[in-house]
Every structure is written in C-alpha cells, then in structure tokens.
C-alpha cells in the first residue's frame, strides 16, 4: 500500500512568488493535516480536514495560505505570495479518522526555499 | 495551552550504550503522549504512544517510555542501540479531546557511533 504522497519534494522561489505544494493520503483515509516544520523544530499543525471539511485552521496564517481539499481526497497547499520566512518543510498526513486513538502517517515532505 | 520540551537537541552514543532521550510536557488537563522518529530523508514515523492503562508502554524495536504524570514527563529510552537507531526523535503531547491535535517537541537527534 503506498504512503502519503508529496510533490514536489523540493521548491526553490523568490520572495513575492506564489508555490503551491500537494498531497496524496493513503487511500481510505478520511483526516489530512497539514503541518510547517521550520528548521531546527518540531512540526506545528496548519490545517486539519475531515474529509472536504477543514475543522481545525486556527494556526492558518490566511493573509497569504490557503488549502482546499474539493474532493475529500488530495489536497493542495498554497503560499501567496511567499515571504522569506516562510522557508521550511510542509508536511502532509493523513489518518483514517481524527480521533486520536488513530495513528497519523506522514509524507517526506517538501522542503521550501524562498530567497 | 499545552507544551513540549525537549531539552537536549542532540544526544551522542557509542552502539550498544543505553539512552535516555527526555521530555517533560505541560498541560492543564489530561493529555496523551507519543514518540515519533524521523529517519534521514524519511517521514516521521509513530515509534510508541501512551493513552491509558499501562503507564509503561514499549515499541517493537526495544524501545519504551514511561508515562509520570507527577513528574509530567515522557521519556524514551533503550537499554542498547543499534547504528541504526541514528534519527531524530519527536515527542508530542495530545490533549484529552477526543480529536487529535499533536504538539510536537523540537526534537532530539540522537547519533550513534561505533
């Protein structure tokens, strides 16, 4: 069974240009979460969806993030535009429900570079 | 608001040496607790958890932590490590909401030598 999938694994931009990252979760999995791990830390959660629902996006930072999850199944990530603070790797998850008797499995990520 | 704290950010160790990797957590109602590790260009992977019962709780490769809800702490440790036990190690506290939402730790590299 294959894992969460990201794409791209890495992205380098400039500060003021939009990027956008994606997810796959492993099938069946209801809950996906999006999480920014900034370097030398721990990740810190963005977004979480049940389903198409995003339930918990208090730590969003909405001026410039967004996320959508139409479907209830992949997901996309978007920074516009890009501050060089928001260098760092997003990491995707996804668990069968958002109960926290649940494991959440995580993808490699994608590591961003803004300049 | 709940925490995590992870004092120690890097942890040398010559192979087969015992380990203790700490973590002490803050929260003002009942929480959760888990371990996750991170292997070099891997995604973080659930090593153990504790959510009841047995305050003792232990992974398949010989790993355990130990739940003090006096001490508020959570440490991971292994009576003899391998090489490959070389990751950065992650706890994070959940609060006792029925949903998750983990806090993580900044983490723990622990490095083994031979």
């Known amino acids: 069974e294959a894992g969460v999938v990201q794409s791209p694994r890495y992205k380098i931009i400039e500060k003021k240009q939009p990027v956008a990252f994606w997810c796959n979760p492993i099938s069946g999995h209801n809950t996906l979460y999006w999480y920014r791990q900034n370097l030398g830390q721990g990740p810190e959660l963005l977004i979480r969806y049940e389903n198409e629902e995003a339930v918990d996006d208090s730590q969003l930072p909405k001026d410039r993030f967004s996320a959508e999850r139409l479907k209830g199944v992949d997901s996309t990530l978007k920074i516009q535009p890009a501050e060089l603070g928001d260098s760092a790797v997003y990491l995707c998850?996804?668990?069968?429900?958002?109960?926290?008797?649940?494991?959440?499995?995580f993808g490699p990520g994608t590591r961003l570079t803004v300049l | 608001a709940q925490s995590v704290t992870q004092l120690d950010s890097q942890v040398p160790v010559f192979e087969e040496a015992p380990v203790e990797l700490r973590c002490n957590y803050s929260?003002?109602?009942?929480?959760?607790l888990f371990w996750y590790v991170q292997y070099p260009n891997q995604g973080l992977q659930l090593l153990l958890k504790y959510l009841s019962g047995s305050t003792l709780v232990e992974s398949i490769n010989g790993f355990e932590a130990e739940f003090n809800k006096s001490q508020t702490s959570f440490h991971l440790r292994k009576p003899s490590v391998h090489i490959s036990d070389t990751a950065e190690y992650f706890c994070a506290v959940n609060e006792n909401t029925g949903f998750q939402k983990l806090v993580f730790g900044t983490g723990t590299r622990l490095l083994v030598s031979p």
């Open positions: 929260s003002s109602v009942s929480v959760y």
């Open positions: 998850a996804s668990s069968p429900t958002g109960i926290v008797e649940n494991e959440q499995f």
